[in-house]
């Protein structure tokens, strides 16, 4: 008489219950099938291990981002395939008619496509603006963000430091009392990043650009988005490398060979062109000047180190600034559907050259 294959079970389950017996095991079974107890003890003791380091990564405070709340909550990113879908997307999106004081949603477009140069000059220019100015916006309200939390933080300090000092002896971090380990955190990385530890030089540092003077220089280094770093680097300011191993050279300045920067989006260019001006020996002058006034025509005087054309650079970027009337991009508010509840990113420290 044939067995059927619920019997076979049955038979195979008490034949394991014996062995069992007889070694002195408890019998593991998955459905109906018997299963070795020594893999399934070292595959629970694996997915422990696991479950911990992943509890421990989570808990760690976060050195890169901070808590914001702020205008806008989603950021739209779109690509455009050519010109004309450039032109289609911004129309479509608010961002191609723009007057001062006007709400600019949180757009960011990848990259220029190509074919930009092919728009006639005032298309171009247009294009170049609107493009740059929700990406410049999301950019400055990081640094915005930065600043607010950097000043909250200070409060807590029963006397006010001068200066923030993160050496390895445990003396150096008895001025953080009362000071979360995320907040020390954040300000270790601050002083990092805008490489300053004095109080009042990250004051001075952790600080807005006009838009209408990101514009303007944007401009002018990238040939109104159509120059070769821009379109294939996502270079808009004209940064430069010197003098570094394994790179193709893009030309040579005073006999030192130099390559433009490569970065992944226009937002990631601009981000590190405010960081620049923020923190670099060579802009301490607009930063002293920045103290008095926001005017960007005024400010375009600290950037003479910006080109070895000195004065005639400064003298173009006021050109560009008043012949197509920038100013009123300064007036601008970032905004989008609801509050911004959400994380701001602060860029990693090997974004930044």
């Known amino acids: 008489m044939p067995c059927s294959e619920s019997f076979l079970v049955d038979v195979t389950q008490e034949q394991e219950k014996v062995l069992a017996v007889i070694y002195n095991e408890t019998p593991m079974y998955f459905g109906n099938k018997p299963v070795d107890p020594v893999m399934v003890r070292m595959v629970a003791g694996l997915a422990l291990v696991v479950f911990f380091f992943l509890v421990v990564i989570l808990i760690q405070p976060s050195a890169v981002t901070l808590p914001l709340s702020h205008r806008f909550q989603a950021v739209s990113n779109i690509e455009a395939h050519s010109a004309e879908d450039l032109l289609r997307q911004l129309k479509a999106n608010n961002l191609w008619e723009v007057q001062a004081f006007a709400e600019i949603p949180a757009v960011l477009v990848g990259r220029f496509p190509g074919d930009l140069p092919t728009l006639d000059d005032v298309t171009q220019k247009k294009a170049f603006l609107?493009?740059?100015?929700?990406?410049?916006?999301?950019?400055?309200?990081?640094?915005?963000?930065?600043?607010?939390?950097?000043e909250k933080i200070l409060v807590k300090f029963a006397k006010p430091p001068r200066r923030l000092d993160f050496g390895l002896e445990a003396q150096d971090y008895a001025q953080f009392g009362g000071l979360t380990q995320n907040e020390i955190y954040f300000l270790r990385n601050l002083c990092r990043k805008y490489r300053a530890n004095e109080i009042a030089d990250l004051r001075r540092r952790i600080n807005q650009v006009p838009m209408s003077l990101i514009m303007a220089q944007g401009a002018l280094e990238s040939a109104w988005g159509g120059s070769r770093f821009s379109l294939k680097r996502n270079n808009l300011f004209g940064v430069l490398i010197w003098d570094k191993t394994g790179l193709v050279s893009d030309g040579q300045e005073d006999g030192k060979a130099y390559s433009g920067v490569a970065y992944a989006s226009l937002l990631d260019s601009v981000r590190a062109y405010i960081l620049m001006i923020n923190r670099a020996p060579a802009y301490r002058g607009?930063?002293?000047i920045r103290e008095e006034t926001m005017d960007s025509l005024v400010l375009a005087n600290g950037l003479r180190s910006y080109s070895i054309r000195g004065n005639e650079y400064v003298a173009d970027l006021a050109q560009i600034i008043r012949s197509n009337d920038l100013q009123i991009y300064d007036q601008c508010i970032l905004v989008s559907n609801g509050g911004l509840r959400g994380r701001v990113r602060l860029a990693s420290l090997k974004d930044f050259r």
């Open 130 to 150: 609107h493009v740059l100015l929700p990406a410049a916006m999301i950019a400055l309200s990081e640094v915005e963000a930065e600043r607010a939390a950097f």
């Open 286 to 288: 607009l930063r002293d």
